[in-house]
């Protein structure tokens, strides 16, 4: 099994209750859902490349 990191966010919860319902509507959970926008937006601007790795 692969090593995870945590990260801890505070959001305001109108902003949760939207992500819940996106994450729902993809059969993901809440933190599947939020790892997939971060490495989508790394990776267009560079930062990840495809495979998960630092660019």
Same mark, same amino acid.
């Given at each position: 099994?692969?090593? @995870?990191?945590?990260?801890?966010?505070?959001? =305001?919860?109108?902003?949760?209750?939207?992500?819940?319902?996106?994450?729902?509507?993809?059969?993901?959970?809440?933190?599947?859902?939020?790892?997939?926008?971060?490495?989508? =937006?790394?990776?267009?601007?560079?930062?990840?490349?495809?495979?998960? @790795?630092?660019?």
């Amino acid at each position: 099994m692969a090593k @995870t990191a945590a990260i801890g966010i505070r959001v =305001d919860p109108e902003l949760s209750e939207a992500v819940k319902a996106a994450a729902k509507s993809e059969r993901r959970s809440v933190a599947s859902y939020i790892e997939n926008l971060i490495a989508e =937006d790394l990776e267009k601007k560079g930062l990840l490349q495809k495979n998960g @790795t630092g660019a």
